[in-house]
Structures are given as C-alpha cells and as structure tokens.
C-alpha cells in the first residue's frame, strides 16, 4: 500500500481498512502492521461521552421533528463548552456526542458546563420539552480515526455509563479517568453490572 503524503493524516479510514486487508492477505506479518496501527492511531486521551434521555415521551406526544429540534439545540449549547476546553466534537450520532480531551480534568469541566447550561434553558421550557443529558467519561488509548470515529475500552466503558448508568445530570467516571484528577475532588464509588459487565465508577459530587 502507499503510504499517505506528508500533509494527509496517517489516522484515516482507509489506511486504517487497508492495513486490516494487508493483514488478512499476509497474516505473517501481523505483529508488525498491528504495530504500526497502534502506533499512528492511537491516542492516549480524556473521553467523554454525552447522552440525551426522556425522548419516548416526546416524539410520541410532539412528533420526530420536536426530537429532533432538542437534539439539535443540545449540540448548539454542548458545543461551546467544549470547545471553550479545548475538546473536539469526533463523532454526533443521534442523540449522543462522542468528544476528546487532552486532560480528564478538562472533560470534567465541560460536562459540568453542559449540565449547568442545560439546567439554565429548562428553566425557560415547559416540561415535556427540557434537555437533560447524561454524561460518562474514560480516560486511556484510544483509536482515533481522523476525527470522525473512535473505539476503544475507555470509549466502550464512557458509552455505557453515560447511556445506561447515569440519569440526567449525572456526570460518571471510570476508574482510569478518577485516578487522573485530584484527590481532593469529591466523588463517590459505585459497582454496577451493565450487559454481564462487572463496572466500578465515581459520581461527581
């Protein structure tokens, strides 16, 4: 395969699905391109993972349009707050947004901005219609293709317990991303089985 030229990133998806081809064709040399996958696509990085809940209600009540309407206002007011601490938006996959930080403490600090500006517009809407999001947050390797996509343990870990541990405005932590920030922040231990999983997590105080 040639190899990408000097101003295109080496994380993209195609290199990457052609180095998975070049496996299979020559499995001989699988440690050395598994080598070479780890080296140019991983990132050792903060991963926050945002979900939106309480959407049956009202896309039976007010329609997708309304659903989607809510989404779209979440990503207006989510965005800056992460940006403004220095994080990237990688991946918007329906109701969830997928997001990188060089430090947890960063991704901590977003996610308690999400929440705070999330909590100021409800108080303008009527109940059916008020944001609430949910927030996970891992820390460790992570594979990164070109800032569209990411997989990895952490990532795996943050998804679950943004999506199917934390309520609204709870922002969860996994042990590597606790181990990161001071001492000194409060939070609280938890265990939790989630799909045969056996987790350990800390709630921000």
Do not use: W
């Not at 391109?33 to 991963?47: K, L, P």
């Not at 891992?138 to 800032?147: C, E, K, S």
């Not at 870990?157 to 541990?165: C, H, I, M, N, T």
């Amino acid at each position: 395969m040639t190899e990408p030229a000097q101003d295109e990133p080496l994380n993209t998806r195609a290199r990457l699905d052609a180095l998975l081809s070049r496996i299979i064709e020559e499995p001989e040399r699988r440690g050395e391109i598994a080598a070479g996958i780890a080296r140019d696509f991983t990132q050792r990085q903060a991963v926050l993972v945002l979900d939106m809940s309480g959407f049956s209600r009202t896309t039976q009540v007010h329609g997708v349009v309304a659903f989607l309407m809510m989404i779209h206002q979440m990503r207006l007011l989510a965005t800056p707050a992460i940006t403004g601490r220095n994080g990237r938006v990688i991946k918007a996959e329906a109701d969830n947004l997928y997001c990188l930080f060089d430090q947890v403490a960063d991704a901590v600090a977003a996610a308690r901005e999400i929440i705070s500006r999330l909590a100021t517009v409800n108080v303008l809407m009527p109940a059916d219609r008020r944001l609430y999001a949910s927030i996970g947050i891992g820390f460790g390797d992570i594979l990164v293709l070109a800032d569209e996509d990411l997989f990895g343990d952490e990532v795996n870990l943050a998804s679950k317990l943004g999506e199917d541990v934390a309520q609204g405005g709870m922002v969860l932590l996994t042990e590597a991303a606790r181990a990161e920030l001071d001492p000194a922040i409060p939070s609280t231990p938890e265990r939790v089985s989630v799909s045969g999983l056996a987790l350990v997590y800390h709630a921000l105080a």
